[in-house]
């Protein structure tokens, strides 16, 4: 499993236990910087996780407006949770990341969601996070 892969994971653990939660999120990151600061071996994947959910975070109105908005019939508040920080975190990497290509951030977003949530949620996530990328 390559680096960023383990980082969208991480990113993933994180959203979701704020989102689930109701935990602050700088106190998650806090608690997982310093957790990575004892392991050097996730120090790798911490730094892009870190990249992440603060890009989440800063875009996080932009963010779920184009999933509001591509989401056909679904809002925010209705999706799984995993749902809802996979697709925060593919639409993060669509558009304000790039260096990530398109496929690639829909790809890794599906593979999780298959991986973590429901048995739709792959194709669900899929859809989405492919016509907000058509539309960008």
């Known amino acids: ?6 980082a969208r994971k991480r990113a993933l653990d994180i959203l979701f236990q704020a ?22 071996a996730r120090e790798a994947s ?4 870190r990249e ?3 890009g989440v975070i800063d875009n996080r109105d932009a963010i779920d407006e184009q999933i ?3 989401a056909k019939d679904w809002s925010l508040a ?8 996979l697709l925060r975190i593919g639409v993060w990497e669509l ?7 398109a496929a690639v951030a829909i790809d890794e977003a599906v593979e999780l969601a298959k991986e973590f949530s ?5 194709s669900f996530v899929h859809g989405v996070l492919a016509r907000i990328s058509r539309a960008a």
Request: negative net charge; hydrophobic residues 40%; charged residues 30%.
């Open 68 to 70: 509001t908005t591509f």
């Open 46 to 49: 911490w730094l892009y996780a």
């Open 19 to 40: 989102d689930v939660r109701g935990d602050d999120v700088s106190t998650i990151l806090a608690a997982e910087a310093k957790r990575a600061a004892s392991e050097p």
């Open 118 to 122: 429901t048995d739709d949620s792959g």
């Open 52 to 54: 992440i959910v603060d």
């Open 1 to 6: 499993m390559s680096a960023r892969t383990k």
């Open 95 to 101: 558009l304000y990341n790039d260096e990530v290509p």
């Open 78 to 85: 209705r999706m799984p949770a995993v749902d809802r920080a």
